[in-house]
Every structure is written in C-alpha cells, then in structure tokens.
C-alpha cells in the first residue's frame, strides 16, 4: 500500500540526516528542516499520558524480549533479538508505545528507507490486550509524519489483507494508479 498524495521530488542537492543510523549521519552532512504543518491528531500525547502510556521514539529503554513477545501475540514469528537490534540500527524512524506500569511496549513501528524520496513501514504491531484504544493509529500518525516533515513523499507498507482497513483512513491505498508491488520469493528445489 502506498500514502496517498502529491508526490514531489525534493531538489538532488538535499541531504537528510538519520537520527537512529550513525552511519547515515556521517555521510549527509546537513540536516533538511521543513515546515511542520500543525497536526491533528486521533488521540494527543497529554491523553496517552493521563491514560499511562508514553510516546518512543528511540530505542532506548526499548526491551527486545518483551517487543518480541508482542510480535508473537499478533501472529509474526518470533525473532532472533540480535537481528532486531540489527534491524533497529538500520531503522530511520520509529515509534512505539510503552505501558508506565509495566514498562513493556504495547505498540510499535519502523521505517527504513533512502532517508530522502522512499520509506516502508514495518512492523506495525499493537498488544492485543491494548488494542482498540487508538495506539496503532497514534503510532502510525506520528510515524507517517516524522516521514513527512523529514521530506519523504514515497511511503509504503506491506500489509495482510484483513486489516487493510485500518491503514485506508490513514491515506493509505492498494495499488495507486495501477502500481503493484513484487517480492522476490526463493524457488524451493525439487528434492531427489
């Protein structure tokens, strides 16, 4: 799926500078800044606060078991924890939600991407004993537009089919203009 909107194309002497990949940051000297429209969003940080939820945007703090363990309560594989601290490294933008009580996340998401014209959501999972209270959306909404005000005009996500529903009203559309996307998908060889 793709965020429905004008797409432009940010001028070739613009550099964006990651805020989670050191490596990125090296290379691109000079950070983009571009005007934050005021956001509305669905539910605001004071409401997550008085309701004992705190907003992440780094992965400090962040418990790789207990994230894992969320990946698993929504139906994902469970995860090498050396591979997510991999993965997170090579993450240019994140969100996730952590419980005040407890401590552990109860939703998250990434971005990966060219830090300039691409990006793709991953990883979009809410705690089902927290779902229903508007965390997915909260997390999407702030993702999509620290991607946004970064410059970012291409932004995809992969999705099951059954919860396409959630991502429409966020913009999101199957297949803009005729797009498809593809995967590459290893032939399994015939065994003799």
């Known amino acids: 799926m793709l965020l429905r ?3 432009s194309t940010p001028p070739p002497s613009l550099r964006i500078r990651s805020t989670l990949n050191p490596q990125n940051a090296a290379a691109q000297p000079s950070q983009a800044s571009f005007p ?3 956001q509305s969003y669905s539910i605001t940080d004071e409401d997550l606060q008085s309701k004992g939820f705190l907003l992440r945007r780094t992965p400090e703090g962040l418990n790789l078991d207990h994230l894992n363990s969320v990946f698993v309560a929504v139906g994902f594989p469970r995860r090498d924890t050396a591979k997510i601290e991999v993965a997170l490294r090579h993450t240019d933008a994140m969100l996730w939600v952590e419980n ?3 401590r552990r996340p109860v939703a998250f998401a990434r971005a990966t991407g060219d830090g300039v014209f ?4 991953w990883d ?3 705690d089902p004993t927290f779902q229903s209270l508007g965390l997915g959306k909260a997390v999407m909404e702030r993702l999509i537009e620290d991607l946004r005000r970064k410059g970012i005009c291409n932004i995809a996500l992969y999705s099951e089919p059954r919860v396409l529903g959630f991502y429409r009203p966020l ?3 199957s297949d803009p203009d005729g797009i498809r996307g593809m995967v590459f998908v290893r032939k399994q060889r015939n065994k003799k």
């Open 5 to 7: 909107g004008p797409i």
């Open 36 to 38: 934050a429209a005021k």
């Open 100 to 102: 005040e009580k407890t």
């Open 118 to 121: 691409n990006a793709i959501i």
């Open 124 to 126: 979009v999972v809410v």
């Open 171 to 173: 913009g999101f559309v």
